[in-house]
């Protein structure tokens, strides 16, 4: 199942380096979630959960990181489970969310603006 994980800049670098994370809050696709979402697909659920990983991301702030993994289940994501990064990007007082979508295989080229 697809998940999506909100993560620092510190977690990514573990992940990379280390080969595993355990972050704090996934968002995966649930039976509960699709009947509470019955007007939508399986893709638009799972882009609405990527949504709301990239808004647990950036918190106060404007710019957060959201990581996509196959995973089998709870435990520790793998670098061998990455999918992609997500930049995430609040821009001004926009509602939306920018997610601009990285490869599973550095380097990266997010910008932090710091």
């Known amino acids: 199942m697809r998940a999506y994980a909100p993560v620092s800049?510190?977690?990514?670098s573990s992940l990379l380096s280390q080969g595993s994370i355990t972050p704090q809050t996934i968002f995966y696709l649930t039976p509960e979630y699709v009947d509470e979402n019955p007007d939508l697909g399986e893709e638009e659920c799972e882009y609405e959960l990527s949504l709301?990983?990239?808004?647990?991301?950036?918190?106060?702030?404007?710019?957060?990181?959201?990581?996509?993994?196959?995973?089998?289940?709870?435990?520790?994501?793998?670098?061998?489970?990455?999918?992609?990064?997500?930049?995430?990007?609040q821009i001004d007082d926009e509602p939306e969310i920018e997610l601009i979508w990285y490869g599973?295989?550095?380097?990266?080229?997010?910008?932090t603006g710091k």
């Open 9 to 12: 800049a510190e977690e990514l």
């Open 52 to 89: 709301q990983a990239a808004r647990s991301a950036i918190g106060d702030g404007d710019f957060g990181l959201v990581i996509a993994a196959e995973v089998g289940g709870v435990g520790p994501i793998t670098k061998a489970q990455l999918e992609c990064v997500f930049e995430c990007v």
């Open 104 to 111: 599973p295989t550095p380097p990266f080229c997010i910008v």
